[in-house]
């Protein structure tokens, strides 16, 4: 084969990653549950009934070539951008151009924001009044919750589309594509890669299709440099040296890596400090991430331990930042440290069962409203429709406990948090059956008032009711 013949696929100079960008939703890989056939996103890409929508999802799961399909179906004018390189000037030249294609060719303006957290409240207010009217239909993409970096009253005129990270299976699908497209990708040249660089390729994506690609193009660009145009191999060398990361030691399927951090977890857990210690040095000498292991080790804190020791999180915190600063070798031991001490630390897994009978709970529910008592106050209209009235503040009461309702009506008395009696947790268990004696012996008092409160206490700073 010619030397130049693959050093350019299509002539095209853009990275593999963006030459193989899915053109249609049946190109499309993954996200079955946000884009596959009969969903909402499907129906309006097929029927051109594009609707305002923010795509939330981690970097390379597909939300730009989801806008990107959208505006090659839509009859509408589609207008492109990011948040990072715009303003509120470009915003109103946006809105200009739209009302000129309403009043001109009865258009609508279908506009994509790309990172669209980046844009301050004033910035994403200029978008309220237009999405409303319908003069533009908005869809925004962003790698952080919605619900903390939209406006709210843009976020209630946008449905949220959450995707997620691609699978494995997802990742494999797409650089198995990129190497037989003949067009775009590597198909028109003897290329082929190793199972376990194939493995190895898909495991440091970690759901991340451009990264996936990226990897893939540089050790196809190393190594065509040694073959003299010969047909050749991607091996599982090839792709170390290219992304500079040595392969953990793990079977063709990838099995080994998945074996090893359940080996890990469950010795932590069974609080065998011996096991958690060799399977992390296993896990270590292969070549895994330490990063990764440290933030399964803060999320053990939390799921395995929580309250019963809370000084557990500190610890796998401090472990990852030690890490961060000192790098192997020095840091593997301050990761050996944390996993000792989680794996000897008391266990309880009931902020875990809490937070998912609380999301059980929220979903069913729905946004009940928040009882009025406590409801800040700022301004007299609150005051007087009843924001504040009633509410107890809790330092004016002896043992700075008092009597008093904080979850909606429908949920009163709901408990999701059950502490055990180890560890921490058993002083924390104590301290709210005390508290609950005391609400209890007061409801049982008819008519009898708080008989817990003392004399007057100083109130907090105006402004300071929280």
Known sequence: MPSDSIQNPADDARPLAERLRPRTLDEFVGQQSAAGPGTAIDHAVRHDHIFSMILWGPPGCGKTTLARIMARETDAHFVQFSA??????????VIKIAEEQQQAYQKKTVLFVDEIHRFNKSQQDAFLHHVETGLITLVGATTENPSFEVIPALL????????????????????????????NGFG??????????????????????RTALNGLE??????????????????????????????????????????????????????????????????????????????????????????????????????MEAYRFLGSPEGDLALSQAAIYLATAPKSNRIYTAHK???????????????????????????????GKGYRYAHD?????????????????????????????KIVKQRLDGWRRIKAGQRARKGG????????????????SN
């Open 156 to 183: 209630s005129r946008c449905r949220v589309v959450v995707l997620d990270l691609l699978t494995d299976e997802d990742i494999e699908t797409i650089l198995r594509r990129a190497l037989a497209d003949k067009q």
């Open 357 to 387: 009978d609380a999301a059980r709970i929220v979903k069913q529910t729905g946004s009940l409203p928040v009882p009025l008592h406590i409801r800040n106050a700022p301004t007299r209209l609150m005051k007087e429709i009843g924001y």
């Open 449 to 464: 008032g708080d008989k817990n409160r003392p004399g007057k206490q100083p109130r907090p700073p105006a402004g300071k």
């Open 188 to 209: 028109r040249h003897a290329i082929s890669v190793a199972d376990d660089a194939l493995a190895h390729l898909v495991q440091i994506a970690d759901g991340d299709a």
């Open 84 to 93: 990072v390189l715009s303003g509120v000037r470009d915003i109103r030249a």
């Open 218 to 319: 540089l050790a196809v660009s190393l190594a065509i440099a040694d073959t003299s145009g010969q047909p050749f191999e991607i091996t599982l060398e090839d792709v170390t040296r290219a992304l500079q990361k040595k392969a953990m030691l793990y079977d063709k399927a990838g099995e080994a890596h998945f074996n090893l951090i359940s080996a890990l977890h469950k010795s932590l857990r069974g609080s065998d400090p011996d096991a958690a210690l060799y399977w992390l040095t296993r896990m270590l000498t292969g070549g895994d991430d330490p990063l990764y292991i440290a933030r399964r080790m803060v999320r053990f804190a939390a799921e395995d331990i929580g309250n019963a020791d809370p000084n557990a999180m500190t610890v796998a915190l401090n472990a």
């Open 397 to 425: 009461y002896k043992g700075g406990f008092t009597i008093q309702d904080y979850l909606p009506d429908r949920l009163k008395d709901r408990r999701f948090y059950h502490p055990t009696d180890r560890g921490y947790e």
